[in-house]
Protein backbone atom coordinates (compact mmCIF):
# COMPACT_ATOMS: atom_id res chain seq x y z
CA UNK A 1 0.00 0.00 0.00
CA UNK A 2 1.59 3.06 -1.35
CA UNK A 3 0.87 6.47 1.78
CA UNK A 4 0.36 9.69 0.92
CA UNK A 5 1.20 12.81 2.85
CA UNK A 6 -0.52 15.79 1.80
CA UNK A 7 1.01 19.32 1.96
CA UNK A 8 -1.25 22.25 3.61
CA UNK A 9 -2.08 25.43 1.34
CA UNK A 10 1.40 26.71 2.20
CA UNK A 11 3.52 23.66 1.07
CA UNK A 12 1.27 23.63 -1.49
CA UNK A 13 2.48 26.35 -3.58
CA UNK A 14 6.15 25.12 -4.13
CA UNK A 15 5.78 21.97 -5.33
CA UNK A 16 7.05 21.14 -8.91
CA UNK A 17 4.93 19.28 -11.31
CA UNK A 18 6.53 16.44 -10.40
CA UNK A 19 6.04 16.46 -6.84
CA UNK A 20 2.08 17.30 -7.41
CA UNK A 21 1.89 14.61 -9.57
CA UNK A 22 3.57 12.60 -6.71
CA UNK A 23 1.47 13.67 -4.07
CA UNK A 24 -1.46 14.06 -5.42
CA UNK A 25 -2.07 11.65 -8.96
CA UNK A 26 -3.18 7.93 -8.40
CA UNK A 27 -1.75 6.26 -11.64
CA UNK A 28 -1.32 2.68 -10.41
CA UNK A 29 -4.62 1.53 -11.01
CA UNK A 30 -6.05 -1.78 -12.88
CA UNK A 31 -3.25 -3.86 -12.82
CA UNK A 32 -4.51 -6.72 -13.79
CA UNK A 33 -4.73 -9.62 -10.90
CA UNK A 34 -3.26 -6.83 -8.31
CA UNK A 35 -5.14 -4.81 -5.69
CA UNK A 36 -3.19 -1.51 -5.84
CA UNK A 37 -4.09 0.81 -3.01
CA UNK A 38 -3.09 4.57 -1.86
CA UNK A 39 -3.78 5.60 1.58
CA UNK A 40 -3.94 9.44 1.96
CA UNK A 41 -3.68 11.08 5.18
CA UNK A 42 -6.89 13.36 3.81
CA UNK A 43 -9.25 12.18 5.83
CA UNK A 44 -8.12 8.74 5.82
CA UNK A 45 -9.24 7.68 2.41
CA UNK A 46 -7.64 4.58 0.55
CA UNK A 47 -8.04 4.57 -3.02
CA UNK A 48 -7.59 1.29 -4.92
CA UNK A 49 -8.82 -0.94 -7.79
CA UNK A 50 -8.76 -4.84 -8.48
CA UNK A 51 -9.05 -6.50 -12.28
CA UNK A 52 -9.14 -10.24 -11.54
CA UNK A 53 -8.38 -12.42 -14.60
CA UNK A 54 -8.69 -16.18 -14.20
CA UNK A 55 -7.91 -16.02 -10.49
CA UNK A 56 -10.24 -14.70 -7.51
CA UNK A 57 -8.54 -11.40 -5.72
CA UNK A 58 -9.54 -11.29 -2.07
CA UNK A 59 -8.93 -7.58 -0.35
CA UNK A 60 -6.79 -7.86 2.80
CA UNK A 61 -6.06 -4.69 5.04
CA UNK A 62 -2.59 -4.08 5.51
CA UNK A 63 -1.44 -4.42 8.51
CA UNK A 64 1.04 -1.71 8.90
CA UNK A 65 -0.57 0.99 7.42
CA UNK A 66 -4.21 -0.17 8.69
CA UNK A 67 -3.32 -1.88 12.25
CA UNK A 68 -6.91 -4.71 11.61
CA UNK A 69 -7.30 -7.95 10.87
CA UNK A 70 -9.48 -7.60 8.22
CA UNK A 71 -9.99 -4.34 5.41
CA UNK A 72 -13.45 -3.42 6.76
CA UNK A 73 -13.01 -4.46 10.38
CA UNK A 74 -12.91 -0.07 10.83
CA UNK A 75 -14.13 0.74 7.76
CA UNK A 76 -16.47 1.20 4.38
CA UNK A 77 -16.16 1.34 0.75
CA UNK A 78 -17.85 2.20 -2.06
CA UNK A 79 -17.22 -0.19 -5.19
CA UNK A 80 -17.87 0.55 -8.99
CA UNK A 81 -17.49 -1.79 -11.88
CA UNK A 82 -16.58 0.03 -15.26
CA UNK A 83 -15.02 -3.29 -16.83
CA UNK A 84 -16.57 -6.71 -17.67
CA UNK A 85 -19.09 -8.46 -15.85
CA UNK A 86 -18.15 -10.31 -13.01
CA UNK A 87 -19.31 -10.50 -8.74
CA UNK A 88 -18.01 -9.37 -5.34
CA UNK A 89 -18.49 -11.96 -3.13
CA UNK A 90 -19.23 -10.21 0.92
CA UNK A 91 -19.12 -12.83 4.08
CA UNK A 92 -20.35 -15.75 1.34
CA UNK A 93 -22.83 -13.37 -0.33
CA UNK A 94 -22.22 -12.92 -4.06
CA UNK A 95 -23.37 -10.02 -5.65
CA UNK A 96 -23.51 -9.69 -9.46
CA UNK A 97 -21.54 -6.83 -10.96
CA UNK A 98 -22.38 -5.41 -14.11
CA UNK A 99 -20.56 -2.38 -16.32
CA UNK A 100 -20.98 0.40 -14.27
CA UNK A 101 -23.24 -1.25 -11.08
CA UNK A 102 -22.03 -0.08 -7.65
CA UNK A 103 -21.68 -1.75 -4.09
CA UNK A 104 -21.57 -0.58 -0.61
CA UNK A 105 -19.76 -2.59 1.87
CA UNK A 106 -20.14 -1.82 5.13
CA UNK A 107 -17.83 -2.00 8.65
CA UNK A 108 -17.33 -5.56 9.71
CA UNK A 109 -17.55 -7.14 6.36
CA UNK A 110 -14.93 -9.79 7.09
CA UNK A 111 -14.06 -11.36 3.62
CA UNK A 112 -14.34 -9.67 0.25
CA UNK A 113 -13.62 -11.15 -2.95
CA UNK A 114 -13.41 -10.09 -6.51
CA UNK A 115 -13.92 -12.10 -9.53
CA UNK A 116 -14.37 -11.82 -13.65
CA UNK A 117 -17.16 -13.56 -15.39
CA UNK A 118 -14.69 -13.48 -18.47
CA UNK A 119 -10.61 -13.80 -17.75
CA UNK A 120 -10.59 -11.62 -21.87
CA UNK A 121 -12.91 -9.17 -20.73
CA UNK A 122 -12.41 -9.12 -16.86
CA UNK A 123 -13.99 -6.79 -14.64
CA UNK A 124 -12.65 -3.72 -13.61
CA UNK A 125 -13.36 -3.20 -9.59
CA UNK A 126 -12.85 0.78 -8.62
CA UNK A 127 -13.20 1.11 -4.55
CA UNK A 128 -12.73 4.24 -2.27
CA UNK A 129 -13.00 3.47 1.49
CA UNK A 130 -12.98 6.03 4.60
CA UNK A 131 -13.28 5.01 8.13
CA UNK A 132 -16.41 4.33 9.72
CA UNK A 133 -17.55 4.47 13.24
CA UNK A 134 -20.88 2.14 13.10
CA UNK A 135 -21.52 -0.78 10.79
CA UNK A 136 -24.41 -0.08 8.04
CA UNK A 137 -25.91 -3.61 5.15
CA UNK A 138 -23.77 -3.92 2.27
CA UNK A 139 -26.39 -3.10 -0.48
CA UNK A 140 -25.80 -3.37 -4.27
CA UNK A 141 -27.08 -0.31 -6.57
CA UNK A 142 -27.97 -0.61 -10.41
CA UNK A 143 -27.89 2.57 -12.56
CA UNK A 144 -31.39 2.52 -13.41
CA UNK A 145 -31.78 2.58 -9.45
CA UNK A 146 -29.31 5.86 -8.77
CA UNK A 147 -30.59 9.50 -8.46
CA UNK A 148 -29.82 11.11 -11.73
CA UNK A 149 -29.55 14.33 -12.92
CA UNK A 150 -28.20 15.88 -15.67
CA UNK A 151 -27.08 19.44 -15.90
CA UNK A 152 -24.71 21.81 -18.18
CA UNK A 153 -25.68 22.42 -21.96
CA UNK A 154 -23.88 22.29 -25.41
CA UNK A 155 -23.73 26.00 -25.08
CA UNK A 156 -21.01 25.89 -22.19
CA UNK A 157 -19.42 22.61 -23.41
CA UNK A 158 -20.38 21.13 -20.11
CA UNK A 159 -23.75 18.62 -20.65
CA UNK A 160 -23.46 15.86 -18.11
CA UNK A 161 -25.29 13.31 -16.08
CA UNK A 162 -24.76 13.00 -12.51
CA UNK A 163 -25.25 9.77 -11.38
CA UNK A 164 -25.36 9.39 -7.24
CA UNK A 165 -24.92 5.61 -5.97
CA UNK A 166 -24.58 6.14 -2.45
CA UNK A 167 -25.69 9.13 -0.71
CA UNK A 168 -28.00 9.87 2.19
CA UNK A 169 -31.79 8.37 1.61
CA UNK A 170 -30.03 6.02 -1.07
CA UNK A 171 -27.76 3.77 1.10
CA UNK A 172 -27.26 4.46 4.77
CA UNK A 173 -23.28 5.08 5.21
CA UNK A 174 -21.08 6.82 8.14
CA UNK A 175 -19.62 9.24 6.17
CA UNK A 176 -18.87 7.89 2.16
CA UNK A 177 -21.09 9.77 -0.75
CA UNK A 178 -20.36 7.96 -3.90
CA UNK A 179 -21.30 8.50 -7.80
CA UNK A 180 -20.71 8.42 -11.62
CA UNK A 181 -20.70 11.52 -14.06
CA UNK A 182 -21.04 11.27 -17.93
CA UNK A 183 -20.16 13.56 -19.86
CA UNK A 184 -22.14 13.95 -23.51
CA UNK A 185 -20.24 14.09 -26.43
CA UNK A 186 -18.75 17.78 -27.50
CA UNK A 187 -19.14 18.70 -23.31
CA UNK A 188 -15.57 19.01 -21.60
CA UNK A 189 -16.09 20.52 -18.19
CA UNK A 190 -16.47 18.71 -15.55
CA UNK A 191 -17.91 21.43 -13.54
CA UNK A 192 -17.42 25.07 -14.05
CA UNK A 193 -17.77 27.38 -11.86
CA UNK A 194 -16.05 25.24 -9.56
CA UNK A 195 -16.28 25.14 -6.19
CA UNK A 196 -14.84 23.38 -2.77
CA UNK A 197 -16.18 22.21 0.27
CA UNK A 198 -14.30 22.52 3.38
CA UNK A 199 -16.12 19.59 5.44
CA UNK A 200 -15.06 17.09 2.91
CA UNK A 201 -12.18 15.67 0.80
CA UNK A 202 -13.39 14.41 -2.71
CA UNK A 203 -11.48 11.93 -5.39
CA UNK A 204 -11.77 11.77 -9.24
CA UNK A 205 -11.37 8.90 -11.21
CA UNK A 206 -11.35 9.62 -14.82
CA UNK A 207 -12.14 7.06 -17.37
CA UNK A 208 -13.32 6.58 -20.75
CA UNK A 209 -10.25 8.43 -22.12
CA UNK A 210 -8.68 7.58 -25.62
CA UNK A 211 -4.88 7.13 -24.97
CA UNK A 212 -3.80 10.22 -26.94
CA UNK A 213 -6.49 12.11 -24.47
CA UNK A 214 -5.83 14.09 -21.30
CA UNK A 215 -7.78 16.18 -18.70
CA UNK A 216 -6.10 19.14 -17.63
CA UNK A 217 -7.52 18.76 -14.07
CA UNK A 218 -7.74 22.01 -11.39
CA UNK A 219 -6.08 22.01 -7.87
CA UNK A 220 -5.25 24.46 -5.59
CA UNK A 221 -6.41 27.79 -4.00
CA UNK A 222 -8.84 29.06 -6.30
CA UNK A 223 -7.21 32.32 -6.26
CA UNK A 224 -4.06 30.66 -7.19
CA UNK A 225 -4.68 27.27 -9.20
CA UNK A 226 -2.13 24.74 -10.43
CA UNK A 227 -2.66 21.72 -12.56
CA UNK A 228 -2.26 17.62 -13.12
CA UNK A 229 -2.18 16.32 -16.48
CA UNK A 230 -4.48 13.22 -16.20
CA UNK A 231 -4.98 10.23 -18.48
CA UNK A 232 -6.97 7.40 -18.92
CA UNK A 233 -8.28 5.42 -15.41
CA UNK A 234 -6.02 7.66 -13.08
CA UNK A 235 -7.11 9.53 -9.94
CA UNK A 236 -6.40 12.76 -8.32
CA UNK A 237 -6.76 13.24 -4.41
CA UNK A 238 -8.53 16.51 -3.66
CA UNK A 239 -7.77 18.39 0.04
CA UNK A 240 -10.98 19.86 1.40
CA UNK A 241 -9.31 23.64 0.79
CA UNK A 242 -8.84 22.83 -3.05
CA UNK A 243 -10.83 23.11 -6.20
CA UNK A 244 -11.39 20.31 -8.20
CA UNK A 245 -12.45 20.82 -11.76
CA UNK A 246 -11.10 19.99 -15.05
CA UNK A 247 -11.53 19.78 -18.89
CA UNK A 248 -10.31 17.07 -21.48
CA UNK A 249 -9.69 16.96 -25.06
CA UNK A 250 -13.02 14.61 -25.47
CA UNK A 251 -15.66 14.00 -23.67
CA UNK A 252 -15.40 11.13 -20.95
CA UNK A 253 -16.81 9.91 -17.48
CA UNK A 254 -15.60 10.33 -13.92
CA UNK A 255 -16.13 8.53 -10.41
CA UNK A 256 -16.29 11.03 -7.61
CA UNK A 257 -16.29 9.86 -4.25
CA UNK A 258 -16.62 12.00 -0.62
CA UNK A 259 -15.84 11.50 2.93
CA UNK A 260 -16.03 13.83 5.57
CA UNK A 261 -18.54 15.68 8.33
CA UNK A 262 -21.19 16.52 5.49
CA UNK A 263 -22.82 14.21 3.23
CA UNK A 264 -25.03 16.76 2.07
CA UNK A 265 -24.13 16.24 -1.71
CA UNK A 266 -25.31 20.47 -2.40
CA UNK A 267 -22.89 21.41 0.21
CA UNK A 268 -20.70 23.43 -2.03
CA UNK A 269 -18.82 26.45 -1.79
CA UNK A 270 -19.25 27.79 -5.10
CA UNK A 271 -16.23 30.16 -6.72
CA UNK A 272 -17.10 33.48 -8.34
CA UNK A 273 -15.37 33.30 -11.56
CA UNK A 274 -13.78 36.78 -11.60
CA UNK A 275 -11.59 35.26 -8.26
CA UNK A 276 -10.08 32.36 -10.62
CA UNK A 277 -6.44 32.79 -10.87
Known amino acids: MNVRFSPDKEGFKVLSSDK ?9 LFVKNEIPMVYSDID ?4 GSAVPSGKVLKLAASRKEMAAEYFAERRE ?6 GGKGSVTVDETVYKMNNIDALYIGRGSKEILFESENAENPAMYYFVSYPAHTSYPVKQIKLEEAVSVQLGSVEDSNKRTI ?6 GKVETCQLVMGLTI ?8 TMPAHTHQRRSEVYMYFGL ?30 SWSLHS ?12 MGGENQDFDDMDWIPMEKLK
Open 20 to 28: LREKFLISS
Open 44 to 47: RSIT
Open 77 to 82: LGIINI
Open 163 to 168: HKYILP
Open 183 to 190: LDKGSVWN
Open 210 to 239: RPESVVVHLIGDPEETRHIIIRDKEAVLSP
Open 246 to 257: GAGTQNYSFIWA
